[in-house]
């Protein structure tokens, strides 16, 4: 990593998924919050600002009741057998994303700014590569995990006045009869995160990040911290594996990532001068930093 690249000079990565999807007012004011940052963020350099990366469970789940098939997950992981593969798609880099723009695109014109919205999928522009997740005797079917890739198209983007908004779409890279992958959204935002060498990836949920034995918000854990906190009894039921899935991205991927609320979507306006906003984990420093894919709690 080189000096123009260090630091603040980096882009942010946030990833919308979960309930905040289906509601329309609470989404509206994130994606408010995610203009501002933006500008304010691409304001100090051509390659700072804002990256999204959403998921849309409930709305497949919806999706694909009308159309006659029944969800199934396997240990929360979807699995998309071929014949549901373009219904999954229609959603997430249909309806989802196009959505989503839109909202995203009106905040930053109210704005005044020269920045618009521009919606993708992790697949497009060899931004990621990805195959079939394997695992033992269970066929996901088109169900993709991130290999690789290459941060160019986002760089472009920042560097032209765009926010990336992105699908967890991949293309399939080792062919078969899947075209087109579903990525869980949240390994799809670890891996852009540590594509494009983010300063931060934020998962949004609807907790305002790790509380202490006090119930005051703890702005910074790292692995050992976390052990500790679990073992006295501090972080408990639901927050565990919500730590334990930010540490891990934050590790595989080198990139500290946040969990912080949706509800509070004026907290991320911190983030733009280098202030805190949720609960920040630190990558484990033994790990060797991959772009891999993680086990989190939004599978699309």
């Not at 630091?7 to 007012?25: F, H, L, N, S, Y």
């Not at 609470?26 to 959403?54: I, N, T």
């Not at 992790?122 to 996901?140: E, K, Q, S, Y």
């Amino acid at each position: 990593m080189n000096a123009a690249n260090s630091g603040m000079e980096r882009p942010i990565v946030i990833k919308i998924g979960g309930a905040i999807i289906d509601q329309t007012a609470a989404l509206s004011r994130l994606c408010e919050m995610v203009a501002k940052l933006h500008c304010s963020l691409a304001q100090r350099g051509s390659r700072r600002g804002v990256v999204v990366v959403h998921g849309g469970g409930l709305a497949i789940d919806a999706h694909l009741r009308q159309l006659g098939y029944e969800p199934h997950r396997v240990d929360g992981i979807r699995v998309t057998p071929p014949d549901q593969i373009d219904a999954v798609v229609e959603v997430l880099a249909g309806r989802m994303n196009r959505s989503l723009v839109g909202k995203i695109d009106a905040s930053l014109k109210r704005a005044g700014t020269a920045h618009r919205a521009v919606g993708l999928s992790i697949g497009d522009g060899g931004l990621t590569t990805a195959r079939p997740v394997a695992c033992g005797d269970i066929n996901f079917g088109c169900v993709g995990e991130v290999t690789g890739g290459d941060p160019a198209l986002v760089d472009t983007l920042l560097g032209s006045c765009f926010l990336p908004v992105i699908s967890p779409i991949a293309s399939n890279d080792v062919g078969g009869v899947c075209g087109a992958l579903n990525v869980n959204a949240d390994d799809a935002a670890a891996a852009v995160a540590g594509i494009i060498d983010a300063q931060s990836l934020v998962l949004l949920s609807d907790v305002p990040g790790v509380l202490d034995a006090d119930r005051q918000l703890i702005l910074e854990l790292d692995a050992a911290t976390i052990d500790r906190l679990i073992a006295d009894g501090v972080i408990t039921g639901g927050m565990i594996p919500k730590v334990r899935a930010a540490l891990d991205t934050a590790t595989k991927t080198g990139v500290a990532t946040r969990i912080a609320s949706w509800k509070d979507p004026a907290a991320l306006l911190a983030l733009a001068s280098g202030g805190d906003c949720g609960t920040l984990v630190l990558p484990a420093p033994s790990m060797t930093h991959a772009h891999s894919t993680l086990g989190a709690e939004d599978r699309s």
